[in-house]
């Protein structure tokens, strides 16, 4: 089963548990109602019609766990549904504390609390039928190289694995027999229409960058009219990794695929303005209400300023200014090197420290910033004009990370955390791509909910 096919089965599961969630959550709070209890006429007096979109409520805080890696995992599951759980409570008291009207406490409870079971329940039978060794796609990787090692090599690193890797198919003589990443090479393209029939292949990942010979080139299309899943490198790379392999793609890959696939329509940029300034505003609100303690810890730890500016550069290369709550003591680049900040940095203070484990440093940047419309709540990391300058000159592509406006938070933010060198960079850089070349208000809205994640758990650097 293919990972789309996966998705729409634990979606139609999760609509369906969440579905008898929401009806034991109307039985349990019809039975505090002594004069209508469970009936039709209790359903259409007393249940608003927020209350039966709570599902729906609930899918939305699901979405990361739509993610395979994560589908297939117990312990992100677990962490996953927790999290849904949690911030669904901490809206309805945020609402509890400020509507007029009293909510239904014993209905928005019951569901979160059936909700959570349910999906738990159904997610783990899931994991249990899904991830044993019989409902694997059994693959064969065409081309043992650079590419198809680096696939092997990023596979081994999952857990439970996404697929079964039978071997490698090589038309080099010299790599016929030869374990590749501990994956054998079992033959070449003349041998892949029997190699298929005798493996039970299902899916095929074409991972030849160089020029490929016809006896390769006609097996592949025959095994694709026999019904076998024929996909490339790079689309494999970017569904198990949520990254763009940057080292392996040709210097005018940009050129030929990134720019057209990275424009978005009117339609998103509208949305993702709007949201944008929604978010800013309740970000700024955020803000007032905890500079006085912000400020006053500040100024007992450290002293002035409370605020720190910094030049960066926006969407197309524009400069602008960036504003957060000042973490680091003053002059910490007194040499005069920019130096991005790493794990545990000595120039952090003690009231610095926390602001940025817990975010709220960023705070300053929705009035400043979001509102404005230099940064966006999504996107890549704003950087300064010198580092920019000084990584274009290793990592491949740096500077397309311009294509968008930066943001708050990002991709690479919540898969990566903090980089600090070139490798690390290199790595965020790889999510900074993916995010540019896919981006939709689906995964906007996944990466702001896995950034409450981030906040809560103290996260940040």
């Not at 927790?82 to 809206?91: N, R």
């Not at 079992?186 to 029939?197: A, N, P, R, V, W």
Request: hydrophobic share 50%; charged share 20%.
């Amino acid at each position: 089963m293919r990972a789309t096919d996966k998705r729409v089965l634990l979606f139609i599961g999760d609509l369906l548990v969440t579905l008898i969630a929401l009806l034991i959550a109307l039985y349990f709070w019809a039975q505090g109602d002594a004069w209508l209890k469970f009936s039709w006429k209790f359903l259409n007096e007393r249940v608003p019609t927020w209350f039966i979109l709570l599902p729906a409520f609930w899918l939305i805080l699901l979405i990361e766990l739509y993610d395979m890696r994560r589908a297939n995992s117990r312990r992100e599951t677990l962490r996953g549904i927790a999290l849904a759980a949690g911030i669904g409570m901490a809206i309805y008291l945020l609402i509890f504390f400020i509507a007029k009207d009293p909510l239904p406490r014993r209905g928005v409870a019951g569901f979160v609390l059936a909700a959570s079971l349910f999906t738990l329940g159904w997610r783990s039978l899931y994991i249990n039928i899904f991830t044993a060794p019989q409902f694997m796609r059994r693959v064969l990787i065409v081309g043992a190289g650079r590419a198809g090692s680096t696939l092997v090599e990023q596979i081994h690193q999952i857990w439970p694995p996404p697929f079964f890797v039978v071997g490698f198919i090589d038309d080099d003589p010299s790599k016929i027999g030869e374990d590749v990443e501990k994956v054998k090479v079992i033959g070449g393209g003349s041998d892949l229409l029997e190699i298929i029939d005798r493996e039970c292949i299902s899916d095929l990942i074409f991972a030849i960058s160089g020029e490929m010979n016809s006896t390769m080139f006609n097996a592949l299309l025959e095994a694709r009219e026999r019904g076998i899943e024929v996909s490339t490198f790079g689309s494999v790379y970017e569904e198990l990794l949520g990254r763009v392999p940057i080292a392996l793609l040709q210097s005018d890959w940009i050129l030929r695929s990134f720019v057209d696939q990275a424009h978005a329509n009117a339609f998103f940029d509208l949305a993702k303005r709007l949201i944008d300034i929604l978010g800013g505003l309740i970000g700024t609100a955020g803000m007032l209400l905890i500079l006085p303690f912000v400020a006053l810890a500040t100024l007992i730890d450290s002293g002035f300023p409370l605020f720190y500016t910094q030049e960066r550069l926006g969407m197309y290369g524009k400069p602008f200014k960036i504003y957060k709550f000042r973490t680091m003591v003053q002059n910490a680049e007194k040499d005069g090197h920019a130096r991005p900040a790493v794990e545990n940095d000595e120039r952090v203070t003690n009231v610095g420290r926390f602001l940025r484990r817990s975010h709220l440093d960023e705070l300053p940047q929705f009035f400043f910033n979001v509102l404005k419309g230099d940064m966006s709540l999504v996107g890549p990391r704003s950087e300064r004009p010198e580092l920019i300058e000084k990584f274009q000159l290793d990592i491949p592509f740096y500077r397309a990370r311009l294509f968008v406006k930066p943001g708050l938070t990002g991709w690479a933010q919540v898969n990566f955390g903090y980089a600090w060198d070139v490798p690390t960079n290199t790595i965020k850089q790889e999510y900074d791509l993916y995010y540019i070349k896919h981006r939709t208000l689906l995964l906007d809205i996944l990466i702001l909910i896995r950034t409450v994640s981030t906040v809560i758990g103290l996260k940040g650097q």
